[in-house]
């Protein structure tokens, strides 16, 4: 993911401030009639140059080096936050190492061109944050301290995108996501693969957020500065062994779906209403809804299609995307086809694997899966739970449950939920509360 | 065996010519090649008389060769094996093929009505399973097809009827083939509402079973005009080759399911039927159940 550029938001008034001072001190006005643009007229300072010029130093490049071939794999940024030589990155820049450290190790190239390797010390996988540390110590480096932005302050990004060498990006604070799973902030600007792990900072240079994600188009997303500052005070001096690593990596996803899942479906669930079934829809203000209906007019059939998701995604490893939650409600009905055909096309939308979890065989266990016609209330179902494992991870599973709706005389209803990086006694839970609420009410 | 000469006098001589007591039509034989002789002891003596390629024993060239119950003696390109009148031979075999209860099947009027079950019952089912607007037009023209599918896979077992009894029994052939289209649509359908009632895996396996028990009856009906074979036999070969079938298909499926998926398992097919009638367990029982569920995933992990 690239990361953004974060521009501080208070220190736009200085600039404009500085601009109106030194306009008003270097230079008498000229006398309106004649205005000539001659070529020693002095330029007003640039704010985003003095930024550059004060804390380039407290940027590096991390680089993730391949030991066979002594070349790099990944490039990212990262900032200084310590005097020790203390580095605060993303941890998907470095997360090659964490999973293959016999394979890669990560180095930190300074300002200066100094290049150091990079010793794991601590990383946050749900706010993709690392703690790295250098030997050598840095001339300055940033706090963590939490700093009061306003939106629309301006920010300025850096880092090292496209390896293209030590850059800042300017671009706007528009406030932290208000329907997320994981936090972030909105920063409008651009920002691109390299900058991930880089500081977003106010003009004189307080860390709002860190570089995590860009969806193109100046819209990108930093990490809050509190939860670095968080990394940092828990960890320990000492490189941690990969080992550790990896189950501290379990442990605070298993830690974090327990606390997101806790709530889910166990109060009254918001629901709607379509074709005569009552379904549930944006269980949590994290979830976010579309609708449509996705067939022609032309066809001989409608189907009606309402599908919920979390719009962000944990990053595990390279090939290994956990940490989603979808709903899908999918509703088929016909005016020309009789019962037969009806549920031939029932089926085929039933089995159709709409939508299959990435994964490679050394991340997860294939699928197993159990179908059953159950009973609830006035409606009976086909339900299908299928169930893989992390291979790594201790205690964490993908869930997908896909139920159909049994009987003639009703519209067709597919249901299928998706959960991923889940423990198998909340996806029971969930399982169960998803088809207490699905009723039929015509 | 090509032939056998039954001697009764001797002196009796082998040859080629007309004269021979025993004629051999073989370009490599002598005119006058030998002569079967009983000595005064009572044994049987075959003795070369001066032919071109001689006799022939186990290989080697031999003057003359006394025989005992099963000596094979070579003349030219000619084995003659002596045998004894007391020698046992096999009872006659059954010709499984005159048996009359198949008459019924080669008739015209069975033909017609297999293949008409047959198609009603292809065009009934791709009908069923259509889920896009079809006119009666392309329902015709599957059928036609159908129609084509089943007189080429007729004619290529008359063929090989043709060569093994000599007979084509194109009609008799027509009319196995369209039965047993008729009955695996029928057998497919009733299979999936039971499936669908009872989604479990012996149940699924139970229906496979039968379907192989239909491949079997398949090959049986037809092995019956295309062999002499007696019905247990014919029951024994079309058995052993299904099986063998199924056997090369399940060693084929165990190695694809080791294999990794990103893909879930197919949930099963969905048929009309009143709500009503499907049985159904508690969402209690049914979440319970699950955690078997968990076990076999965990044991995927090593």
Known sequence: ?442 | MRDRFRVTSFPATIGRGYASDVILDDAYVSPQHARLVITPEGNVVLEDLGSTNGLRVAGSRVPRAALHPGAQVRLGHTTLRFATPDTPVAPALHDGLTDPRLNTVRSKRSAVVALLAGLAAFVLWSWGESIERITAADLVGEAIGVMAGIAMWAGVWALASRLAVHRFEFLAHVTVASTAVAVIFVYTELGSYVQFLIPAPAVAAAVAIGGVAWGAAWLYGHLSFASRLTPHRRFAWATSITVGLLVVGWVLTLAEQESFSVFTDDPGVLKPVPAGLVPARSVDDYVAELAELKAEVDGLVD
């Open chain 1, 1 to 442: 993911m690239p990361p953004l550029p974060a521009a501080t938001a208070r220190h736009a008034r200085f600039p404009a401030f500085i601009a109106v001072l030194a306009l008003g001190v270097g230079r008498p006005a000229p006398a309106p009639a004649q205005q000539e643009f001659t070529e020693d007229e002095p330029s007003l300072p640039s704010v985003t140059a003095t930024v550059f010029r004060r804390f380039a130093d407290r940027v590096v490049k991390i680089e993730v080096v391949e030991t066979g071939s002594a070349g790099k794999a990944s490039v990212g940024s990262g900032f200084f936050v310590g005097p020790d030589g203390e580095l605060i990155t993303n941890y998907h820049v470095i997360a090659d190492v964490v999973h293959e450290p016999e394979r890669y190790r990560a180095e930190a190239v300074q300002h200066d061109g100094q290049r150091v390797p990079a010793a794991l010390v601590a990383v946050d996988v749900v706010h993709d944050l690392a703690l790295v540390r250098v030997a050598t110590s840095p001339p300055s480096f940033f706090g963590l301290r939490e700093t009061p932005v306003e939106q629309g302050a301006r920010l300025y990004s850096m880092g090292h995108p496209a390896d293209l060498g030590l850059s800042i990006v300017e671009g706007t604070y528009n406030g932290p996501l208000r329907h997320t799973l994981y936090e972030r902030i909105h920063f409008t600007g651009s920002l691109n693969p390299g900058m991930s792990g880089g500081p977003a900072i106010t003009a004189s240079g307080r860390v709002v957020g860190i570089n995590v994600a860009t969806a193109g188009n100046q819209l990108s997303f930093l990490v809050p500065t509190q939860r670095a500052a968080e990394l940092l005070a828990g960890a320990g001096a000492a490189e941690d062994a990969p080992g550790n690593l990896i189950e501290t990596i379990g442990r605070q996803m298993r830690d974090y779906q327990d606390a997101y899942l806790e709530a889910l479906f166990e109060d009254s669930v918001p629901t709607v209403v379509i074709d005569g079934y009552r379904l549930p829809t944006e269980p949590a203000t994290f979830f976010n809804c579309w609708a449509d209906v996705t067939t022609f007019d032309e066809d001989p059939y409608t189907i009606r299609e309402h599908h919920c998701s979390t719009d962000d995604y944990l990053f595990i490893s390279r090939d290994h995307f956990s940490g989603i939650l979808e709903i899908d409600h999918e509703l088929i009905t016909s005016d020309e086809f009789g019962r037969v055909r009806f549920f031939s096309l029932y089926s085929t939308e039933f089995r159709a694997s709409h939508r299959a979890l990435d994964g490679s065989e050394t991340d997860v266990t294939a699928f197993r899966c159990r179908a059953s016609n159950v009973r609830r209330l006035n409606l009976k179902f086909r339900a299908a739970f299928c169930v893989r494992r992390y291979r790594r991870f201790e205690g964490l599973y993908d869930v997908v449950f896909k139920l159909a709706a049994l009987g003639t005389g009703r519209p067709g209803l597919v249901s299928t939920l998706t959960m991923s990086g889940v423990s198998f006694e909340n996806a029971q839970r969930v399982v169960r509360r998803y088809l207490e609420s699905i009723t039929w009410i015509e």
